[in-house]
């Protein structure tokens, strides 16, 4: 989406922004050897254009960004009041990325191979049209088919759903997908009343996951893999500035990890620690070199 800041002085500050693609630039930093596709669509017009040049300029392969031929990107303004406190608004109910579900024809899903993976949240979920969502998950299925491994985060946006049934039908049918989920605990509170990390790995358990790590801010992280449920320590951050996509880079970074085969453990231990650099820095995205040479000391041990 495009993202617009009050600044100072009446200046406002434009950018883009969207859970998916923060992660995928998380992702592309740490592992330069990962190929990554943005799945999107935007519009013919020019902040559409600038959009697909940030994709670029983040090393993002942009071969599956559709162009709708009348539609727009999406907008939101973020306002911050004195006291810190963040409000959003929205415009993207006419949004192009809502009609992304009729772009991905067979010869689109062809692009996809075994071991690949495809990664997907609430969010997407929220923002495809209601009517295109039996598609997507027929789309889904052909997938999975093919081999490629589906990812799903909750992140459970209560105001993007007409209903939780609505929600919650959409999000059953996503964890009984995905092979991997990268759940908060947050998200799974309220829509399921879930509280704590085991109450969420045995949510999980009732569906046919494969690997799940479960978040909870600066609170340890769970997993749950081969039936063994582990607990992983991280070090919470004594200088937040903002938590907007800590999440986002912290999945994005462990789904780089795993792709590069690295242990669970480990993937946790270079997820946290993006999404603790993260957390340091205003907006969605840190700078790049303050990020990386944070990074670096664990990338290369
Ligand atoms: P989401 O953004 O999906 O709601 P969380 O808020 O649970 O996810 O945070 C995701 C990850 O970000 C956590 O698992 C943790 O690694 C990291 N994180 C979030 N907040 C902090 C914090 N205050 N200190 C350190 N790490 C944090």
Redesign the pocket.
């Known amino acids: 989406m495009i993202e617009l800041r009050h600044g100072e002085n009446g200046v406002m500050h434009q950018s883009f922004s969207g859970d998916v693609y923060n992660s995928a630039v998380y992702l592309k930093r740490c592992f330069d050897n990962v190929e990554c596709s943005i799945v999107t669509a935007v519009g013919q017009d020019a902040l559409s254009d600038e959009m697909l040049n940030t994709f670029h300029k983040a090393d993002l392969n942009t071969e599956l960004v559709f162009k709708h031929p009348t539609k727009h990107a999406g907008l939101y303004i973020i306002k911050i009041d004195d006291k810190g406190e963040r409000s959003f608004t929205y415009w993207r109910s006419d949004a192009a990325a809502r009609t992304i579900v009729n772009f991905l024809n067979d010869d689109v899903l062809s692009k996809f191979k075994s071991g690949d993976m495809f990664f997907f949240s609430g969010i997407s979920l929220a923002v495809i049209e209601p009517e295109a969502r039996p598609l997507f998950w027929q789309k889904l299925e052909q997938l999975k088919q093919a081999g490629v491994i589906l990812v799903f985060?909750p992140?459970y946006r209560a105001r993007m759903w007409h209903s939780e049934a609505d929600s919650k039908e959409a999000f059953n049918r996503a964890f009984g997908l995905a092979q991997i989920a990268l759940p908060?605990i947050?998200?799974l509170e309220q829509l399921y009343g879930l509280h704590t990390g085991i109450d969420v790995i045995k949510f999980c358990q009732s569906f046919d996951i494969e690997e799940v790590i479960v978040?909870?801010?600066?609170n340890a992280?769970l997993s749950l893999a081969n039936n063994q449920i582990e607990k992983h320590e991280?070090?919470?951050?004594e200088n937040?500035v903002d938590?907007t996509s800590?999440?986002d880079a912290?999945n994005g970074v462990y789904l780089g990890a795993r792709i590069n085969e690295y242990s669970i453990a480990k993937s946790i231990a270079l997820?946290?620690q993006a999404?603790?650099i993260t957390?340091q820095h205003p907006g969605a995205i840190a700078p790049k070199q303050a990020f990386m040479s944070d990074m670096s000391a664990l990338l290369n041990t």
């Open positions: 985060d992140n908060g947050e998200d978040k909870d801010g600066p992280v991280i070090t919470p951050c937040v938590t800590a999440g912290f997820a946290a999404a603790n957390v």
